[in-house]
């Protein structure tokens, strides 16, 4: 019952959250100087009936409520609006752009998470040791590194043995699904390792640091005086306690990683929701951003809401 | 000594430990990096016998638990001899002891609020010290993990709960259940009930004795309690700077010290019936009830709000708040300590919080020298806040690491824009460390808390909270987390501050023994109300309310009974 309770209010939480974002998307947009309309008209001799006119047909002559509920209720039908630079309805760009980013970004960030975990923990349970020592050091250096440095040196070191650009080969011609997967394959290996580069780095840092900090408790201790083989302790002990502070910070980076993976697709070529969105700021496409920072609020408020479940599942004391 | 206990005890003993020696740091001897925590000390442990090791922190009694499991740091040098049933299990370090773990020899942990896993059961963690010391497992192993936890008193079917759903006292029972599950013949006792309250404390240590007398258990008690030892050991052994120092019966030790050192463990442990004897306390030494009071709490209530069910989400209804205090009087006279004693979760650190504005009021009235300030914002709230100071239980906590003494005295005078000058402030500061006993001032003025001792630091938090020349100092446990001897320092001096400072004390306790000794009067606090109260000696000597006589019963008292040998 009580859990139920918990499960009830963080989904409210979600829900209250995203109804603020669209919200602020809403305002940010109409506080911005000048409107759909100001930009149509700035041709010259603009008269003011057919500024009126415009507005009438934009529904900008409507007070800013009735607006808000215009907004909400086609936004709950569906309709982002339409895209100034391509005139394609918002929720198909994003929808294309959000299918093209999800496998290498996803595949990054796991292999990321996974790494991270395990360089973090063999870190930390041979603390100050060589392999702590050259671990640790290899981490700090690779987080460093500014992610558009590593992804060019990335182009320019490995372009003639792997495709460095876009998704697909655009002249294969093949009926052969197997040949199709393996050129996507080939052309994600950059990208992925370029992102999984920048952010192994910092889980394998927050798993190194958690980790000691839980090998240094009393119930590590109780396990070692009860004969407990080390590796065990670490394992069975250690790393499921040292999991909560990782999987809370996991799910924030990973937020970020959706929009931060533009520096990425833009080195690539990688028609994602990143350079989606970076050539609508070019553009000045205002649709097009608006729906996308909509998106970014729901997948974050999302992710976040996935790490209190796990949270729910790890953790016996937020269970009670 | 051997000798003498050889021929009353003819059986061999279960555990000798021979000229044990640990030291830390430098391998050189000459370096002054190299520091011996543990000198040449000995003593042996019988079936079936309930062994004290007294000492204050530092003096190396959970080093010498810690060697006899191969728990200490790498970096530690360990020489002497430990046998277990005649064989030495020192001799090839930790790779000789590791496999005696938990089989024959288990450890029951200093605080056992951590000394669970959060994240798994209890019973898992209960089966696991089974499972690595290849004992049965699968439904046998489930079976007997049911009948531990019946052993210690609790119900099998918890075997399922976590460790954060058990209270303090079930969760050292339950350490105990697991130390005994590969039937071991020692088990070593660190500070076993240090953290816990009284009457629970009185549970755990009934159930050790009750334990060692069935299982034929040799029990080493690790604690600085002479009270604990003197109700529950048969022998003791006390610990100076890692040397043994005296060691014999208990009854011996306590009533015929021969070493300076325990004489002046035995005085320092509180004994209100030497107060009363004097006849100090007949009389308030204040005229309290002449004077209007510093404090007057009259109806207090504070209430947590509960989270609400499902259920009561989607009908937005609100769960009733659970009162902690409840319709609590209470006063306290200029001059005056008043001590407010109850078990944990009785409210009385909740009324302390309520009274320093840091927990809202749900019902009810505070008056400070008469001023309603229930309710004040602010700057009023502020300017009430100057005289009402508060000190906290944990010295190691409260002060920032990171700032010198004279930082922390000084801040709260920078707070209140006290003083005009630094030259101003510092004369201040001078005077409040004066006050607390921190002499020569010049010493203590630049260190770091890490540079303190225990009570230092406790002195230094006073010094901070007496620099404002506050009406009222509100004491919160101030002494459970230091030495015995260390106590009646700190307690003496907040008597002094009463007495000559004119400032007024009301302090919370669990140890009604604490209060009886120092406080002017006690209120006995039980589930959010005051049961009795009245003249601190008349309270400890003739309670009234049910509940003040079961946590007068609880406390261990210092004196093991009656020699048999005349002297």
Redesign the interface.
């Known amino acids: 019952?009580?859990s139920?309770?918990y499960l009830?209010?963080r989904l409210?939480a979600a829900a209250v959250t995203i109804l603020v974002a669209v919200s602020l998307n809403f305002v940010l947009f109409r506080v911005l100087p000048g409107n759909a309309v100001t930009h149509i008209a700035r041709i010259p001799n603009a008269s003011v009936e057919m500024r009126r006119a415009l507005e009438a047909k934009f529904g900008l002559d409507k007070p800013i409520w009735e607006q808000f509920l215009i907004y909400l209720r086609e936004m709950a039908h569906g309709n982002l609006g339409i895209s100034y630079a391509n005139r394609q309805p918002v929720l198909d760009n994003l929808l294309e752009a959000f299918a093209n980013t999800i496998p290498m970004v996803a595949t990054g960030v796991v292999l990321a998470l996974g790494l991270g975990l395990v360089v973090g923990t063999i870190a930390a349970s041979r603390r100050n040791g060589p392999a702590d020592h050259l671990l640790t050091g290899s981490a700090v250096l690779a987080y460093a590194f500014p992610t558009q440095f590593l992804g060019l040196m990335m182009v320019i070191l490995f372009s003639g043995l792997l495709p460095a650009a876009g998704m697909a080969d655009p002249f294969l011609i093949s009926d052969s699904w197997w040949e199709v997967a393996q050129d996507r394959i080939l052309h994600m290996i950059l990208p992925v390792t370029t992102l999984v580069l920048t952010l192994y780095a910092e889980n394998a840092l927050i798993t190194r640091s958690s980790m000691l900090e839980t090998l240094g408790?009393?119930?590590i201790?109780?396990?070692?005086?009860?004969?407990?083989?080390r590796r065990?302790i670490i394992l069975?002990?250690a790393l499921?306690?040292a999991l909560l502070p990782i999987v809370t910070m996991s799910a924030l980076s990973l937020g970020s990683i959706v929009s931060g993976a533009i520096l990425v697709e833009v080195i690539f070529s990688w028609p994602g929701i990143g350079r989606t969105l970076y050539e609508a700021v070019l553009n000045r496409d205002y649709p097009m951003l608006q729906g996308g920072f909509l998106a970014i609020t729901v997948v974050v408020t999302m992710l976040n809401l996935t790490a209190d479940l796990l949270h729910f599942v790890?953790?016996?004391?937020v269970r009670? | 000594m051997t000798a003498e206990q050889s021929s009353a005890l003819p059986r061999e003993p279960l555990l000798r430990v021979e000229n044990l020696n640990v030291t830390y740091g430098s391998h050189d001897p000459a370096s002054r990096a190299r520091i011996q925590v543990l000198h040449d000390v000995s003593f042996d442990l019988m079936p079936g016998e309930r062994l004290g090791l007294i000492g204050e922190s530092g003096s190396g009694k959970t080093t010498i638990a810690s060697a006899c499991?191969g728990?200490l740091a790498p970096s530690a040098e360990v020489s002497g001899r430990i046998f277990l049933e005649g064989r030495d299990i020192l001799e090839k370090g930790e790779a000789s002891i590791?496999p005696h773990?938990?089989?024959d020899i288990?450890?029951v942990?200093q605080?056992a609020?951590?000394?669970?896993?959060?994240?798994?059961?209890i019973g898992w963690q209960i089966a696991?010290?089974m499972e690595?010391?290849d004992m049965p497992r699968g439904r046998f192993g489930v079976q007997r993990v049911g009948e531990l936890l019946e052993l210690v008193g609790i119900p099998a079917a918890q075997a399922a709960s976590?460790a954060?759903?058990f209270s303090g006292g079930m969760r050292q029972r339950a350490m105990i259940a697991?130390a005994l599950a590969c039937s071991p013949k020692v088990l070593l006792a660190d500070e076993p009930t240090t953290a816990l309250d009284v009457m629970v404390q009185r549970q755990v240590l009934d159930l050790l004795v009750d334990l060692s007398r069935k299982l034929e258990l040799g029990v080493i008690l690790v604690t600085h309690d002479l009270g604990v030892v003197a109700e529950t050991c048969t022998r003791a052994v006390v610990m100076l700077q890692g040397r043994n120092v005296e060691s014999g019966t208990t009854k011996e030790l306590f009533h015929r010290p021969r070493h300076a050192y325990t004489a002046q463990l035995l005085k320092a442990s509180p004994g209100y019936e030497a107060r009363a004897r004097e006849g100090a306390g007949d009389e308030p030494p204040v005229a309290a009830a002449s004077r209007a009071p510093v404090l007057a709490v009259e109806g207090l209530i504070v209430s947590y709000p509960q989270?609400?069910?499902?259920?009561?989400?989607?009908t937005g209804s609100r769960p009733e708040p659970r009162p902690v205090v409840n319709a609590l009087d209470l006063s306290v006279a200029p001059g005056e300590i008043v001590a407010l004693v109850g078990r944990s979760g009785c409210g009385k650190t909740s009324t302390l919080q309520s009274v320093m504005r840091m927990q809202p009021a749900s019902g009810g009235r505070i008056l400070f020298e008469g001023q309603d300030i229930t309710a004040l914002q602010g700057r009023a709230l502020r300017r009430v806040r100057r005289d009402i100071q508060m000190i906290y239980q944990d010295p190691y906590e409260s002060l920032d690491s990171r700032f010198r003494v004279v930082d922390t005295v000084m801040e709260p005078l920078h707070i209140h824009r006290i003083g005009h000058n630094r030259a101003e402030r510092m004369a201040l500061v001078r005077e409040a460390l004066e006050r607390v006993g921190l002499t020569p001032v010049d010493d203590f003025l630049r260190r770091f808390p890490h540079e303190l001792s225990g009570g230092q630091r406790q002195r230094v938090a006073i010094a901070a909270g007496v620099v404002l020349a506050p009406k009222l100092i509100l004491a919160d446990e101030p002494t459970s987390m230091l030495d015995v001897s260390i106590r009646s320092g700190i307690l003496d001096l907040l008597v002094g501050l009463c007495r000559d400072g004119g400032m007024s004390v009301l302090m919370i306790t669990h140890d009604l023994s604490i209060a009886a000794s120092y406080a002017d009067r006690i209120a006995v606090m039980h589930e959010g109300r005051i049961i009795e109260e009245g003249p601190a000696l008349r309270v400890a000597l003739e309670p009234q309310a049910e509940h003040t006589r079961d946590l007068l019963a609880a406390i261990p008292r210092v004196d093991p009974g009656p020699v048999v040998i005349a002297h």
């Not at chain 1, 201790?221 to 083989?229: C, F, I, Q």
């Not at chain 2, 989270?307 to 989607?314: C, D, K, N, T």
């Open positions: 019952m009580l139920l309770a009830a209010r409210f408790e009393d119930y201790l109780t396990a070692r005086a009860k004969g407990v083989p065990r069975r002990h499921r306690n790890l953790d016996p004391r009670a | 499991m728990l590791a773990r938990w089989k288990a450890m942990f605080g609020m951590n000394a669970f896993n959060p994240v798994r059961s696991e010290a690595v010391q976590y954060h759903e697991m989270r609400p069910s499902l259920r009561q989400i989607l």
